[in-house]
């Protein structure tokens, strides 16, 4: 770990203008970013007393090896540049606002040609619409409920292309629950005007199509239509039942988030309450970690930078009024940040009585029990996490904690089709935006050993190429750039033996612990040892290695599979003359597979976009023996189509 002491900038360089500032490990990679109005004022406490900072403070600071900032203009500039940077380099000591991921919500893929409904958990994706938290059970009735109404497209893309194919819809289709653009019974814009509909009613506007559905009805009583009547009435009790799900807890005009703030002196809990049309529409949920001693003004400065930011690239939905615990300190930058989010003016305000401070407890009571059933819940994660990495120093005798992991493995069928797959672990955890996959060709692919000396040689290197490289130039996505402080490859001496001759030969053999697992007995194999080291069963250390050691060969083996895959998808199409991958690709999505297409007239070939008549004479002529040409399989049965 470096000492702070040891990069610390003169006061007197520090200028007293607000601004950005970030701090480098080193190598180079951004780990913290912060803004401040006095840049000199702020940065001098991070080299304080050791004792008077937080423990990750003191953690950030020693892993850091360099500081550096920019001047700007403004309070607003620095607020705007802070979020870029943090969205470019994502610090691993900056506050994360990780969503809480217990609820599923009702999301609308509005990105794609034909806008799907579906129930979705996890990050949320650009270009698609979120509402809820809802409860597992309640999620799928509304779903349900809503879909007789809005008949907007659920089914997965599997089903929407068999169904293309087909020419048939699928039971949603059959039972009115599907308008069906699959088969086209509905046109492109009119399923997405029908999507956003069903966005609509789910944003707060559930009284317009109550009101529009209810004059259809009389109209339709007017003209003695009792059939269309009757469904229209079915159509508007589903909306109600829906509709007064949730109680009206403010007056119908107000569209406002109630955030609300829990915390200790490590962590901190966020709930927010999204109302709209007076109506509790969706709840979120944060638990972060502290990095610095904030004030809860600074913290809601923080918050409302990442969340608002996060949603305006996703859906854009900013309400008008945003109530918060504590008037954060730049609450004229934020509220003019806000607003040009939005496109319209946001009010930014902290309630003090009436129904709108009452609602604020509730959403505080709701931050309360969520930081106790955090700590609950990830208390003995994060004491197995560092047991494992503290077992992990002892028994490999590291000079420090392995805080990044880089596991490798081999995989291949009889020397066919050799791939090898990296996975990484960053403080026992993975993270797969790190991951990478390599091909292997050549002698490198002759066994198992050359293929990890080269695929060790391969990514080092790559990590020597961006040393080189000034500060500022290197790669910031991450990739090759950053060094392990343990490499595992999957196997015995042998393997570790190549890795570390790969690593020697780059210079680096004394930089980078090499060990090697090995399945048989979960043997931890060292480069000096004649023996391996045996873990105790009940060891986390060893619990954590194999599960480093299984991800890096679940990734290997589903690349290898993809690559398999390709490599078997030659047909007898390829020795058509004339025929391209776009047409190939054009006649196989027409007909879905080879004995279809074989089977298929010269008619029916000139059908397919770009297929003229001499070309489908020379693929019916392929097709069907009249050249010389191997057998074609269907690979989608594994069926030998006989000429």
């Given at each position: 770990?470096?000492?702070?002491?040891?990069?610390?900038?003169?006061?007197?360089?520090?200028?007293?203008?607000?601004?950005?500032?970030?701090?480098?490990?080193?190598?180079?990679?951004?780990?913290?970013?912060?803004?401040?109005?006095?840049?000199?004022?702020?940065?001098?406490?991070?080299?304080?007393?050791?004792?008077?900072?937080?423990?990750?403070?003191?953690?950030?600071?020693?892993?850091?090896?360099?500081?550096?900032?920019?001047?700007?203009?403004?309070?607003?500039?620095?607020?705007?540049?802070?979020?870029?940077?943090?969205?470019?380099?994502?610090?691993?000591?900056?506050?994360?606002?990780?969503?809480?991921?217990?609820?599923?919500?009702?999301?609308?893929?509005?990105?794609?040609?034909?806008?799907?409904?579906?129930?979705?958990?996890?990050?949320?994706?650009?270009?698609?619409?979120?509402?809820?938290?809802?409860?597992?059970?309640?999620?799928?009735?509304?779903?349900?409920?809503?879909?007789?109404?809005?008949?907007?497209?659920?089914?997965?893309?599997?089903?929407?292309?068999?169904?293309?194919?087909?020419?048939?819809?699928?039971?949603?289709?059959?039972?009115?629950?599907?308008?069906?653009?699959?088969?086209?019974?509905?046109?492109?814009?009119?399923?997405?005007?029908?999507?956003?509909?069903?966005?609509?009613?789910?944003?707060?506007?559930?009284?317009?199509?109550?009101?529009?559905?209810?004059?259809?009805?009389?109209?339709?009583?007017?003209?003695?239509?009792?059939?269309?009547?009757?469904?229209?009435?079915?159509?508007?009790?589903?909306?109600?039942?829906?509709?007064?799900?949730?109680?009206?807890?403010?007056?119908?005009?107000?569209?406002?988030?109630?955030?609300?703030?829990?915390?200790?002196?490590?962590?901190?809990?966020?709930?927010?309450?999204?109302?709209?049309?007076?109506?509790?529409?969706?709840?979120?949920?944060?638990?972060?970690?502290?990095?610095?001693?904030?004030?809860?003004?600074?913290?809601?400065?923080?918050?409302?930078?990442?969340?608002?930011?996060?949603?305006?690239?996703?859906?854009?939905?900013?309400?008008?009024?945003?109530?918060?615990?504590?008037?954060?300190?730049?609450?004229?930058?934020?509220?003019?940040?806000?607003?040009?989010?939005?496109?319209?003016?946001?009010?930014?305000?902290?309630?003090?009585?009436?129904?709108?401070?009452?609602?604020?407890?509730?959403?505080?009571?709701?931050?309360?029990?969520?930081?106790?059933?955090?700590?609950?819940?990830?208390?003995?994660?994060?004491?197995?996490?560092?047991?494992?990495?503290?077992?992990?120093?002892?028994?490999?005798?590291?000079?420090?904690?392995?805080?990044?992991?880089?596991?490798?493995?081999?995989?291949?069928?009889?020397?066919?089709?050799?791939?090898?797959?990296?996975?990484?672990?960053?403080?026992?955890?993975?993270?797969?935006?790190?991951?990478?996959?390599?091909?292997?060709?050549?002698?490198?692919?002759?066994?198992?050993?050359?293929?990890?000396?080269?695929?060790?040689?391969?990514?080092?290197?790559?990590?020597?190429?961006?040393?080189?490289?000034?500060?500022?130039?290197?790669?910031?996505?991450?990739?090759?750039?950053?060094?392990?402080?343990?490499?595992?490859?999957?196997?015995?001496?042998?393997?570790?033996?190549?890795?570390?001759?790969?690593?020697?030969?780059?210079?680096?053999?004394?930089?980078?612990?090499?060990?090697?697992?090995?399945?048989?007995?979960?043997?931890?194999?060292?480069?000096?040892?004649?023996?391996?080291?045996?873990?105790?069963?009940?060891?986390?250390?060893?619990?954590?290695?194999?599960?480093?050691?299984?991800?890096?060969?679940?990734?290997?083996?589903?690349?290898?599979?993809?690559?398999?895959?390709k490599s078997m998808t030659a047909s007898l199409l390829d020795e058509v003359p004339g025929l391209g991958p776009a047409r190939k690709k054009a006649l196989?999505?027409?007909?879905?597979?080879?004995?279809?297409?074989?089977?298929?007239?010269?008619?029916?070939?000139?059908?397919?976009?770009?297929?003229?008549?001499?070309?489908?004479?020379?693929?019916?002529?392929?097709?069907?023996?009249?050249?010389?040409?191997?057998?074609?399989?269907?690979?989608?049965?594994?069926?030998?189509?006989?000429?």
């Amino acid at each position: 770990m470096a000492d702070p002491a040891s990069y610390r900038p003169r006061t007197g360089e520090i200028p007293t203008d607000p601004g950005v500032y970030r701090f480098r490990d080193p190598h180079g990679r951004v780990i913290y970013v912060g803004k401040a109005k006095s840049l000199r004022q702020r940065l001098t406490s991070y080299f304080a007393n050791p004792a008077t900072l937080l423990p990750k403070t003191y953690a950030m600071v020693h892993a850091a090896a360099s500081v550096e900032w920019t001047v700007v203009g403004s309070e607003l500039e620095a607020l705007q540049l802070e979020y870029t940077w943090i969205k470019e380099f994502r610090p691993r000591y900056n506050l994360a606002f990780r969503d809480d991921k217990t609820y599923p919500y009702l999301a609308v893929t509005m990105g794609e040609k034909f806008p799907r409904v579906q129930v979705m958990r996890g990050e949320r994706r650009k270009g698609t619409r979120y509402f809820g938290p809802y409860t597992a059970g309640a999620i799928r009735e509304t779903m349900d409920t809503l879909l007789r109404v809005f008949p907007v497209r659920s089914c997965s893309p599997g089903v929407f292309r068999r169904a293309e194919q087909s020419g048939r819809p699928c039971l949603l289709g059959y039972i009115d629950k599907c308008s069906a653009p699959c088969v086209g019974r509905i046109s492109e814009e009119d399923h997405r005007a029908l999507a956003e509909d069903f966005c609509a009613f789910m944003g707060g506007e559930a009284r317009r199509f109550i009101v529009q559905l209810e004059r259809r009805m009389a109209d339709a009583v007017a003209d003695l239509d009792y059939e269309t009547a009757a469904r229209l009435r079915d159509d508007i009790i589903a909306m109600k039942k829906v509709f007064e799900r949730n109680a009206v807890v403010l007056s119908e005009e107000t569209d406002a988030d109630v955030f609300a703030l829990e915390e200790d002196e490590l962590e901190a809990a966020v709930q927010v309450f999204h109302v709209r049309g007076g109506r509790i529409r969706g709840q979120r949920g944060w638990v972060v970690e502290k990095v610095e001693e904030a004030t809860p003004q600074e913290f809601i400065g923080h918050l409302l930078t990442q969340v608002y930011g996060e949603q305006s690239e996703t859906d854009g939905r900013l309400p008008r009024e945003v109530l918060v615990p504590a008037m954060p300190d730049d609450a004229d930058e934020l509220t003019a940040w806000l607003s040009g989010l939005r496109g319209a003016k946001v009010e930014l305000r902290v309630p003090q009585r009436g129904d709108k401070a009452a609602l604020m407890k509730t959403v505080h009571e709701n931050a309360v029990q969520a930081l106790r059933l955090h700590k609950s819940r990830r208390a003995g994660d994060i004491t197995t996490r560092s047991l494992a990495l503290q077992e992990l120093q002892e028994a490999l005798e590291l000079p420090e904690p392995p805080l990044r992991i880089e596991s490798f493995d081999i995989s291949h069928v009889q020397g066919t089709n050799v791939v090898a797959s990296m996975v990484v672990v960053e403080d026992g955890l993975t993270k797969k935006s790190e991951y990478r996959k390599f091909s292997i060709t050549g002698d490198a692919a002759r066994d198992d050993t050359a293929a990890m000396h080269d695929v060790l040689t391969r990514r080092f290197r790559n990590y020597l190429a961006e040393r080189e490289k000034p500060v500022e130039e290197r790669d910031r996505g991450g990739k090759f750039a950053y060094p392990p402080n343990l490499v595992v490859v999957d196997g015995g001496q042998p393997q570790v033996t190549a890795a570390v001759r790969a690593l020697a030969e780059l210079g680096i053999g004394d930089e980078i612990r090499v060990v090697g697992l090995a399945k048989r007995l979960e043997e931890v194999w060292l480069p000096e040892g004649d023996f391996p080291v045996i873990l105790p069963r009940a060891s986390q250390g060893l619990y954590l290695l194999q599960r480093i050691r299984d991800e890096a060969h679940r990734f290997a083996i589903t690349f290898h599979r993809q690559k398999r895959g390709k490599s078997m998808t030659a047909s007898l199409l390829d020795e058509v003359p004339g025929l391209g991958p776009a047409r190939k690709k054009a006649l196989l999505t027409h007909f879905g597979s080879l004995k279809r297409l074989k089977a298929a007239g010269l008619g029916e070939l000139t059908e397919v976009q770009g297929v003229g008549p001499a070309l489908a004479a020379a693929v019916h002529a392929r097709l069907n023996g009249l050249g010389d040409a191997a057998p074609a399989v269907n690979y989608a049965t594994g069926e030998i189509i006989e000429s």
